[in-house]
């Protein structure tokens, strides 16, 4: 029973984590829509969903690995997991 439990705590902040990722792209795809622009050209490509996803995925293990028991830290997590990919792409380029 304790086994199971904590799995279903690492699913939840897996999955916290995940959304806590992605939800800046929500907040850009919330804007384009208040302003009535048309959606970023990033928004139709395949490419870029699936590289977000991988991130996503990244944040939610993340949050996993930090061992959070809080829901609004594995969000805060997540949300952080883009900026450390940027700031560690940028510092490995050639």
């Not at 622009?37 to 490509?45: D, V, Y």
Request: net charge positive; glycine share 10%; aromatic share 12%.
């Amino acid at each position: 029973m304790l086994e199971c439990r904590l799995r279903l705590v690492e699913i939840l902040t897996f999955v916290c984590g995940f959304l806590g990722s992605i939800v800046g792209e929500v907040f850009a795809m919330d804007e384009s829509f208040r302003k009535e622009e048309p959606l970023s050209p990033r928004f139709h490509k395949l490419g870029f969903w699936l590289v977000r996803i991988v991130i996503a995925g990244f944040g939610g293990a993340l949050a996993v690995l930090y061992r959070v028991q809080n829901p609004i830290a594995a969000l805060q997590i997540g949300a952080s997991a883009p900026l450390i990919y940027m700031g560690s792409s940028k510092r490995y380029k050639a």
